[in-house]
């Protein structure tokens, strides 16, 4: 059962609040994780998820635009603890959320998760050993907002970094003298009916390459128009050996063989990308190539300024795409935007083309944390000045991590990392009496890098509000999970970077 704290002289002292041994932010795909890993091995802990929407799922319950689907195998973006069983490796988004969900109704989670809960401050009092969090809590009838504070231990941040209220948008020219409709992805109209319909798509990105095949099927044509290419492959919507396996083995072993099988294969496609990136540049063209009609101008349409992986792969699930192309349903525009006109866009090289509806595949904004302030004894910490602890704790930060997944493979392999590795944590901090842990940085050789490091435009356009990493370990982020496993699962908790605290009791929680 919750407890009371006692009132206190830190950022506590506001009258009697609940507290929580654990508080989990966010009821997606890390948080249901994180939940799994707290009240499984971390059974003396009483949590609860605060949840700023009024369903959980995350970005599978956000984003309802035609044909949303995974771009990552579900062997891997799903729990290592909940093995994924369905038969596609490439999932559709309605069913990759009913996954979440059956884990969450499984285990118990979906009873821990407050709706309409959105984290405005979190404030640390190390004299109390424990975060004040302030929420809004939105009435789902009345609309009504009134603030409310929990006291929580340790709190674990599953946000993920997408803003959740508004998507990227560029201030393209003449947008107002459109005369169709103009939607973003990130917001997609319910049951808007796009049958024969001239649609262009702005992007080429994950979201339009998705996007561009599934609105093809009913509209009249759809066209893909893209500032420049990005490396776009075909895979399997089912994977033949890992079917195979889950056939011939027990779950228990099917599972974690099929999850090292995938993992390993992306790894290493990302690894010799990085290592031989001429040589993979020609492995990517000849795999479109052999998807497109004789004669297509695969230079300027399909062929990357930039060396592979220094942006996200696009996956197309089974050629769809370049379907659509050899149809004629579907194509694709390389060249800049001059201005919106009445009918469609004026590019700059004088072709204007028409469209009834036009779609801002243009990309999604980053917001660390859900944009929580987060202050320290009374200081506010400025996540772009610290570096990250095994790319889940922020330098000197005490009691606070956050699931942040791969860049360059499943988010769901490290989110499940980072949230086995907290429950451990937890568990140190409970049995040796201590009641803060805080990364510190005492190397002043480290150097500094972007957190992330990929050159994609929603990365790079946040580059200054995210922490950094560093040069060695324990400040550096592999991605890698090869790398990540021995460093969160193998490596000793009390590692001498970690610092363990037990503040002067006298201000204890009530029992």
Same mark, same amino acid.
């Given at each position: ?49 605060? #949840? ?10 956000? *984003? ?38 059956? %884990? ?25 050993? =424990? ?22 231990? *340790?709190?674990?941040?599953? %946000?993920?970094?997408? =803003? ?62 893209? =500032? ?71 230079? =300027? ?50 072709? #204007? ?19 929580? #302030? ?20 922020? #330098? ?76 060695? *370990? ?25 610092? *363990? ?11």
């Amino acid at each position: 059962m919750p407890t009371k704290t006692a009132p206190s002289s830190g950022p506590a002292q506001r009258g009697d609040v609940e507290h929580l041994d654990v508080v989990i932010i966010g009821a997606g795909l890390s948080g249901v994780s994180a939940a799994h890993y707290v009240s499984t091995n971390c059974p003396w802990a009483s949590f609860a998820i605060l #949840e700023s929407r009024s369903a959980m799922g995350g970005t599978w319950d956000l *984003f309802r635009y035609p044909g949303i689907r995974s771009d990552s195998d579900m062997f891997t973006l799903g729990y290592s603890f909940r093995p994924w069983d369905g038969e596609k490796a490439i999932a559709d988004g309605d069913t990759i959320l009913q996954y979440i969900k059956d %884990t969450a109704a499984e285990d118990g989670t979906i009873d821990k998760i407050r709706f309409n809960h959105r984290i405005l401050r979190a404030e640390w009092s190390t004299d109390d050993a =424990r975060w004040l969090l302030t929420a809004e809590r939105t009435d789902p009838e009345s609309g009504d907002a009134t603030e409310v504070t929990i006291s929580a231990g *340790f709190v674990l941040s599953c %946000t993920g970094y997408y =803003r959740y209220d508004r998507g990227y948008l560029p201030d393209f020219p003449g947008t107002d003298r459109f005369q169709g409709t103009i939607i973003h992805p990130q917001f997609w109209p319910e049951d808007f009916d796009y049958s024969g319909k001239r649609i262009i798509v702005i992007g080429s990105g994950a979201t339009a390459v998705t996007l561009v095949p599934s609105l093809a099927d009913r509209a009249a044509h759809v066209t893909m128009l893209q =500032r420049s290419p990005s490396y776009v492959i075909s895979i399997p919507g089912k994977n033949p050996i890992a079917n195979a396996i889950r056939w011939a083995l027990p779950t228990k072993v099917s599972g974690p063989t099929v999850r090292w099988m995938n993992a390993l294969v992306t790894q290493g496609i990302y690894e010799l990308s990085r290592r031989q990136p001429d040589l993979m540049r020609k492995v990517f063209r000849k795999g479109v190539q052999a998807q497109l009609p004789r004669g297509y101008d695969i230079d =300027r349409h399909f062929t990357p300024h930039y060396a592979p992986w220094d942006e996200r792969l696009c996956a197309v699930r089974d050629g769809d795409m370049f379907r659509a192309i050899r149809k004629g349903t579907a194509s694709v525009v390389t060249d800049h935007i001059s201005t919106f006109t009445e009918s469609g866009i004026l590019l700059e090289s004088g072709e #204007e083309l028409e469209a009834d509806v036009i779609i801002t595949a243009t990309g999604l904004e980053v917001l660390f944390m859900g944009g929580i #302030e987060v202050l320290v004894d009374g200081e506010k910490v400025d996540p772009s000045q610290r570096l990250t602890y095994k790319g889940m704790m922020l #330098e000197g930060v005490p009691n606070i991590a956050m699931a942040i997944g791969y860049t360059n493979a499943s988010w769901t392999l490290k989110a499940d990392l980072t949230c086995e590795y907290v429950s451990k944590l937890l568990n140190h901090l409970h049995r040796s009496g201590m009641r803060q842990c805080t990364p510190i940085n005492e190397d002043a050789q480290v150097s500094t890098a972007p957190l992330l490091g990929l050159s994609s435009g929603y990365i790079t356009r946040a580059a200054d509000r995210l922490p950094k990493q560093g040069s060695s *370990f324990p400040w550096q982020v592999y991605q890698s999970y090869i790398r990540d496993y021995r460093a969160l699962k193998r490596s000793p908790l009390v590692d001498g970077v970690m610092r *363990f605290d037990n503040p002067a009791v006298g201000k204890d929680v009530a029992a």
